[in-house]
């Protein structure tokens, strides 16, 4: 992988990531793909029509359907979906914590049982990345050990220490397997973890941020603590993480959440959110969030944001969405992801351009003002 | 509404069509948007990816959400879909009838309760073309009493005599409408029902032929009958037709019966088969109908077909599509329903080309013979 660091504009970045499969500018968001499509759209959806860069895969569900092993066979994620960009793929570790009724952690991995059919399975660091070796992603990421809170102190500690020691694993299975002609174009990040303590932070960016990892992200977070909270972990962490790579910040977010953390030093996104939304009837745009479920939409026959240029506001009125909305037609599902999408993907358009051109704080000043009108 | 027949090879007709919104080229294959969206596709998949000529919207639907006057404020269905080619409305009494729990036919009109909220209702043969007139349609479909089968023959009397009434009625209030400047390009097509009973069908088309209908449609088939008998009844029924009127089979049917009844003399077929085939795993195919769901389909890298050149035979293999249906994904839907429409267009399309030419024999010989393979 490629890395350059374009422009700063205070602690932002605008930056090009070259993978074997594709160029990535960033700011990005990647939308997730968890069953190797992005639900409700196609490949040319994300490609021709939204213009998506690199999409997230969830390798725990790929593991259990179709299986990792029929997708190497059918060209790995790439042949498989008809999606020629980049592809990231999770660990895993994550979903066979929280998707599973019971996920047990111990020194070597994860027992868990899967949430299709209840089988056994059991995750570990050269696990998952034999896993993304099958299918073919351009990053990779390590197994993590995960706590459930609250939890004490003394669990969080070992749950950084086990972490460490899981990617010192990860990134030594990974450089040998290289050696053996296994993964060469695939790259791999690690996950410093440590919740919205400074204390723990440190602890596991310093350990991780010490080994030759392609990447590095920032995982835990988003997960119910205060926005502020949020944005002040990202804050302490950013200055303790390599400025020659790229820094991932997983699971978030909202637009203000992005507006934040791209100002905090961060170039990768990851949420459910833009999509998730979509089907349960939340459109983003330039103003704020508005619910096409709503019965003053019935009649208007206004497109979703005036200013949106997306394929669904190029055609539809918000009175067509309603309707399609209330009448459960799956075509809905499709137009409104479409159009939450691009409003996230155009964000970071702008975000980038304004990095390019320093104006990142008039940028965010816009962004905010806009939404108080 | 322009109806010319452009040629005929033996009772096969190849006729065009031109209402106020588009030209139609017959046979055609009207597809199902029962709430003004065909299922799992939008209007650019329609128009640009598909090429459908005319598409079928469910008054009753319509009617009870988000209701036809809301349709009339906007734009009526072209307005509100953004599909500006042709539609046909049907009358919403075969949804009265079917949908609701009570329906309750009198000399007037039929009563029946909403399958959304319970609420009654009252549909006469001139509200229902009222409803039309709000939704804008360029083919409105009049009111028929239907009768649950089996029935005395008594019964079925009284509903071809009550459908002759009906049908009077319904010519007479449309040409008062138009002589005031409403409905004025919309056309107006009559049912003859009857059953598989020739006696009932000579006395209902006869007396619904008479009247100055824009067109005719056959109605109370494809509801159970054996195959043999629909084609028969179509046989016997299309002489007794104007033959410089278009004529049309409602809700018909399998490709085999589309290429039978066009043999048979019909120009115009509507049917949910190819879309709720569709979602339901069936996929039409040159050699027949496969299921997609099949695990000998989990690793197959060809597409659905490999004499298909639609968009998602272009893009998708088997084996994925085969993962979307079982991981439940949206996307699966929308990919399934521009193949099996894509087929039915086709299949109409030739079929046309083989009238052309004089070739309807050889066209159907080419058709069962792919199959039999």
Redesign the interface.
Known sequence: MQFTVDATDGRARACTLVTAHSTVRTPVFMPVGT??????????DLTDRLGAQIVLANTY?LYL??GDA?VA???GLHG???YGRSFLTDSGGFQAFSLSDIARPDDEGILFRSHIDGSSHYFTPAKVLDIQYNLGSDIMMILDDLVALPATRERIALSIDRTTRWAARSIAYHRASQARGIGVDQNIFAIIQGGTDPHFRKISAEALCAMDFDGFAIGGLSVGEANQAMYDTVEFTTPLMPADKPRYLMGVGTPEDLVENIERGVDMFDCVMPTRNARNGTLFTSFGKINIKAAKF??D?SPIDESCDCYTCR???R??L???Y??R???Y???ASLHNLHYYFTLMGRAREAILAGKYAAFKRDFYNKRQK
């Not at 069953?35 to 040319?44: G, P």
Request: charge should be positive; avoid cysteine; hydrophobic fraction near 35%.
């Open positions: 069953a190797a499509v992005v639900k409700a759209l196609d490949t040319e569900h359907r179709p029929t066979e059918l060209g498989f979906t008809g019935k009649k026959e055609r539809h009125s009175a067509y309603n309707h399609l209330r009448a037609e799956l075509t599902f499709r137009l």
